[in-house]
């Protein structure tokens, strides 16, 4: 399969749960990125992973963890959870260089209960 | 630091009808731009680009121009389909591979 994937498409979880999401490009990008979209709200980024240097959205709860474990596979893991957490969230890849453009997965569709 | 401006949708047109969504952008040092497009329950994909002043990009029938001088990002179509209903996003990307986004702009073409 070509281009990003993400893994599952949908996922319903308890506040008390733990799951993970994943993510996989075999586009030889080197940067991966985590964005949370919620409904009326604008695209927020939450992680980015490069060369090994990781940045964080500083506003973001530690309740999300993300993990690189090499340049093709991005994690979610996710615990604990709040309702205000249910969203999509979008993975995606793309080369470090200012011209080249951004590649997104189709999502994972949260649902916090 | 560096930000994306688009105009509030949404913008509701009839088939046919001319397009224009609005983008302004503050950067420092010469970005590239882009917008994005976001069909519904899909991911965001490139709809064109643009990496330089006064570079054109297309795709679909849909236009953009670099324009400097007014740090602006314009998207454009002569005539839209049903087809073309979707969230638009403008974007840039400078010295950092961190790009930028706007809010997005929702479109709804009616037959």
């Known amino acids: 399969e070509t281009g990003v994937t993400q893994t599952p498409r949908h996922l319903v979880m308890g506040m008390t749960n733990k799951k993970s999401l994943k993510c996989e490009q075999h586009?030889?990008?080197?940067?991966m990125y985590w964005y949370k979209q919620s409904a009326k709200k604008p695209l927020e980024l939450m992680f980015v992973?490069?060369?090994?240097?990781?940045?964080e959205n500083n506003s973001v709860p530690s309740r999300f963890s993300p993990e690189c474990p090499n340049s093709s596979h991005l994690f979610l893991h996710l615990h604990t959870l709040q309702p205000e957490d249910s969203a999509l969230y979008l993975c995606a890849s793309s080369y470090r260089d200012r011209g080249h453009e951004q590649y997104f997965g189709p999502g994972t569709r949260l649902t916090v209960t | 630091g560096n930000s994306v401006t688009q105009m509030e949708g949404p913008v509701t047109l009839s088939e046919e009808a001319f397009l224009t969504i609005n983008c302004t952008y503050t950067?420092?040092?010469?970005?590239?731009l882009f917008w994005y497009v976001q069909y519904p329950g899909e991911g965001l994909q490139l709809l064109l680009k643009?990496?330089?002043?006064?570079d054109k990009g297309s795709n679909k029938g849909f236009e953009a121009t670099y324009r400097k001088e007014t740090t602006s990002f314009h998207l454009e179509k002569g005539s839209v389909q049903v087809s073309d209903s979707a969230v638009y996003f403008c974007a840039l990307k400078g010295g950092s591979y961190i790009p930028t986004f706007g809010r997005g702009t929702s479109l709804i073409v009616h037959p």
């Open positions: 586009l030889g990008h080197n940067a």
């Open positions: 950067a420092t040092g010469y970005p590239s």
């Open positions: 643009a990496t330089k002043a006064d």
């Open positions: 992973y490069s060369l090994e240097e990781r940045v």
